[in-house]
């Protein structure tokens, strides 16, 4: 028995999607890591595979891909995906001294439910681009952000 028969052509388109969202999630979750935040790689990745995977079940369980009925039954998969982020999300802030900490990651978190969403539903360039341009926010924001800070602080008054 080789490969080609042992797995059907959706099979695959299965395992692809899941690959995807899982390399997807993964780069985002690379950065995260390296800024010394705590959800990175397997966190990130898990959260994108994961919200691909109940999208994929979601719409397999509702009669397939080619039906519009299934897709549009689907969508109660995706509200509790959404749902069930919030969650995880909520657990990333932390209150310290009047200091909150975590809500870019917990809403990197929803993001990336959102791109492993987009993956389940085959939407592949939407996920890409949406992946690009959180690396950006993630990489390039907070030094834009920064500098729009120091620059809107008049000296101190004497």
């Avoid at 692809?16 to 397997?42: H, P, W, Y």
């Avoid at 109660?76 to 995880?88: K, N, V, W």
């Avoid at 592949?124 to 993630?138: E, G, K, W």
């Amino acid at each position: 028995m080789d490969i080609a028969t042992l797995f059907s052509n959706q099979d695959i388109e299965i395992i692809l999607k899941l690959f995807i969202a899982l390399l997807l999630g993964m780069s985002l979750g690379i950065e995260r890591a390296i800024a010394g935040k705590t959800a990175g790689m397997r966190t990130y990745g898990l959260v994108t595979m994961g919200s691909a995977l109940f999208v994929i079940v979601g719409v397999l369980a509702s009669g397939g891909y080619g039906n519009s009925v299934a897709l549009s039954e689907s969508t109660r998969f995706t509200a509790s995906i959404i749902s069930g982020i919030g969650f995880i999300g909520a657990g990333l802030i932390f209150f310290k001294d009047a200091k909150v900490s975590g809500i870019t990651t917990a809403a990197g978190i929803w993001v990336a439910a959102g791109i492993g969403v987009a993956i389940g539903y085959g939407f592949y360039m939407l996920a890409v681009i949406t992946t690009i341009f959180a690396l950006f926010v993630f990489t390039s924001l907070w030094y834009i952000e920064n500098k729009i800070k120091s620059f809107a602080r008049l000296p101190d008054e004497e």
